[in-house]
């Protein structure tokens, strides 16, 4: 613009034109500078929302897969108590059709009374005279892979109901390392050995 400027101006005017447009192109730029900061600054803030709100929504998606709801019981029992008895057990398989891993972490009887719930696991070895040893082992969780199947079976993982359910059904609630819980129904019966 300023190389266009009418020769017949003076030199001075011409000068300070130039001066002029110089410190406009200054300003220009160091707003323009400005602007584009502020549009980084925006993109950036804009990317962090967009990361919260796909976190919000992964979060959704893994409340809505919760564990229980990804797993499914089957074949479930609990052994009918001996007379006099006050401990039997209880068994089941446990199909996780989930994606992520499902981890049990406890049993409660849902009908209140005083029916207690623990994980157990059968341990079998042989003691220093070749004989063997069965004891049981108090366990904290039973993980289910995805796509897996636990058995929870005599001789195994088993549920030790310290307590002599008589009913025909007992329900107990399984509850998830995420929160998650459902209830299971065992029936009753008189079949195998410990
Ligand atoms: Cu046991």
Redesign the pocket.
């Known amino acids: 613009m300023a190389s266009n400027a009418p020769l017949a101006r003076p030199e001075g005017r011409v000068g300070s034109s130039l001066a002029r447009t110089a410190g406009l192109r200054a300003r220009v730029r160091s707003q323009l500078r400005l602007a584009a900061f502020a549009l980084r600054r925006y993109a950036a803030k804009s990317d962090r929302l967009l990361a919260s709100m796909v976190g919000s929504l992964l979060l959704c998606g893994s409340a809505l897969a919760a564990q229980a709801d990804s797993v499914v019981f089957r074949d479930a029992w609990f052994r009918a108590p001996l007379p006099g008895a006050s401990v039997t057990?209880a068994y089941c398989d446990v199909e996780n059709r989930g994606h992520s891993a499902a981890t049990l972490v406890r049993f409660d009887a849902s009908a209140g009374g005083d029916l207690k719930v623990?994980m157990?696991e059968?341990v079998r070895s042989q003691d220093a005279d070749g004989l063997e040893m069965v004891r049981?082992r108090h366990l904290q969780e039973v993980e289910v892979s995805p796509g897996a199947t636990v058995t929870l079976a005599p001789g195994g993982r088993?549920l030790?109901l310290f307590g002599a359910p008589q009913a025909r059904n007992l329900t107990l609630q399984a509850s998830f390392a995420d929160g998650s819980a459902r209830e299971v129904v065992f029936e009753r019966r008189t079949e195998g050995s410990p």
């Open positions: 057990a623990e157990h059968t049981m088993h030790m």
